[in-house]
């Protein structure tokens, strides 16, 4: 038995996480804890929203009544945290709520879970979903390793390595039981249209130029969801108290190389003549202080758990794009409304 909060599940990431925890543990007592900024969506949870192990509750992390009184009801044994503010982009306009919930929201929980653990921390446990931005931009060579000094250097990667000092520090301080993993780029279902495989995808399926920051040649390691997901399970059930373990895929591409693989595959796929979806490629402004790359050795979880990524990167892309295409009632509910504003703002029309 295991009382379990997630935070941030109605995301793209916690979704996944909430149902693979959900069906694969029918022990475990499920309370997703999410917000619902416009990133939170509760279709992504639809095929569990029953499931007798499963209990959603609308409210922010930076409460710490409702922390409390939750603490309270469900005597939570473990957190897998994820919520967040999440696009880089974002985090460049507007900073402080990027401090707000993945600072302050992540500090607020951990001091309401040392509180209520603090007479017997046996058997508990605080994991906190990080990524590879805090490690910085690496050059042609090199990847980031556990030990990686870190070096964020957008406001989203500095609040993300704030909350990853924070939670080591409580584990160090107070002996909180904690574990963090740091993970590349992810992309598949459910994945927030801002974010460039899915905007790419849905600007192709509605034939819009598909913005290319700068030229293109950053580069990105990109993981599969559901193998993001399969990881934090390997390190939540198997991985030591007080440890980091890095989790990619060793699969990089430069963001021309990326689009234009998608581009291919679409052409295929909504029979468009081979060639047709690269004409909308468009390079733009690029992101201020745009990190050039990221690359993740992600060998200690691969010797000490024996955690392999299981999808090759052209298969996971096909099932997202299929995903997408048999989807797009999803992606008119997510694209319509404010994230259209946003989208004004930052695109143009
Ligand atoms: P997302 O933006 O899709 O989802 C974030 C979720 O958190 C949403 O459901 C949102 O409603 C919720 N949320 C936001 N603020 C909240 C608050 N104050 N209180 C409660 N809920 C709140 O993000 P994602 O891409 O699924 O990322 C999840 C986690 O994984 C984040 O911590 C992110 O830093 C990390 N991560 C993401 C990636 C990636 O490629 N997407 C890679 C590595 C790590
Ligand atoms: O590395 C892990 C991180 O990956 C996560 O921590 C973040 O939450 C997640 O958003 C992601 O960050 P990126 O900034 O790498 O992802 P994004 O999809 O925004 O951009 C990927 C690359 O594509 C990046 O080099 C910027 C570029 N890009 C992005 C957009 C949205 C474009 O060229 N055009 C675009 O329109």
Same mark, same amino acid.
């Given at each position: 038995m295991a009382n379990i909060l997630i935070t941030g599940g109605a995301g793209f990431i916690g979704s996944h996480l909430t149902r693979l925890f959900v069906n694969k543990y029918p022990q475990y007592q499920i309370v997703n804890l999410d917000k619902l900024t416009y990133a939170g969506n509760l279709e992504n949870l639809k095929d569990i929203e029953n499931a007798p192990n499963y209990t959603f509750v609308k409210g922010d992390i930076c409460d710490e009544q409702l922390l409390q009184s939750l603490f309270e009801k469900y005597q939570f044994t473990s957190i897998l945290h994820c919520a967040a503010e999440s696009h880089v982009d974002r985090s460049i306009t507007d900073p402080l709520s990027f401090v707000r919930t993945n600072v302050i929201g992540t500090v607020t929980l951990l001091q309401v879970a040392k509180e209520f653990w603090k007479n017997n921390m046996d058997g508990k446990l605080f994991y906190h979903i990080s990524t &590879? @931005?805090?490690?910085?931009?690496?050059?042609?060579?090199?990847?980031?390793? @556990?030990d990686t000094a870190y070096?964020?250097?957008?406001? +989203?990667?500095?609040?993300?390595a704030s909350s990853d000092h924070f939670v080591r520090a409580y584990h160090h301080t107070y002996k909180l039981p904690i574990k963090i993993s740091n993970c590349s780029n992810n +992309?598949? /279902?459910?994945?927030?249209?801002?974010?460039? %495989?899915?905007?790419?995808?849905?600007?192709?399926?509605?034939?819009?130029?598909?913005?290319?920051?700068?030229?293109?040649?950053?580069?990105? &390691?990109?993981?599969?969801?559901?193998?993001?997901?399969?990881?934090? &399970?390997?390190?939540?059930?198997?991985?030591? %108290? #007080? @440890?980091? +373990?890095?989790? #990619? #895929?060793?699969?990089e591409w430069t963001n021309i190389a990326l689009v234009k693989e998608l581009c291919k595959q679409m052409d295929a796929k909504l029979n468009r003549e081979p060639g047709t979806n690269e004409?909308?490629?468009?390079?733009?402004?690029?992101?201020?202080?745009?990190?050039?790359?990221?690359? %993740?050795?992600?060998t200690k979880l691969k010797e000490e758990l024996g955690?392999? /990524?299981?999808?090759?990167?052209? @298969? #996971?892309?096909?099932?997202?794009? &299929?995903?997408?295409?048999?989807n797009t009632e999803w992606l008119t509910n997510v694209t319509s409304g404010a994230y259209q504003k946003y989208y004004e703002g930052m695109y143009g029309a």
């Open positions: &590879d @931005e805090v490690y910085g931009s690496l050059g042609e060579t090199g990847f980031f390793v @556990e070096d964020p250097r957008s406001p +989203y990667s500095a609040s993300k +992309y598949g /279902p459910f994945h927030f249209p801002e974010k460039l %495989i899915p905007l790419c995808i849905h600007n192709i399926i509605n034939n819009k130029p598909l913005p290319i920051y700068g030229k293109g040649e950053n580069v990105r &390691d990109w993981l599969f969801v559901e193998d993001h997901v399969s990881a934090i &399970d390997t390190i939540f059930h198997n991985g030591k %108290i #007080g @440890e980091t +373990y890095n989790i #990619g #895929g060793h699969n004409k909308l490629l468009t390079y733009v402004t690029d992101r201020a202080g745009h990190d050039m790359r990221y690359a %993740i050795d992600a955690w392999m /990524p299981s999808l090759q990167f052209e @298969e #996971g892309l096909s099932k997202t794009i &299929d995903w997408y295409l048999a």
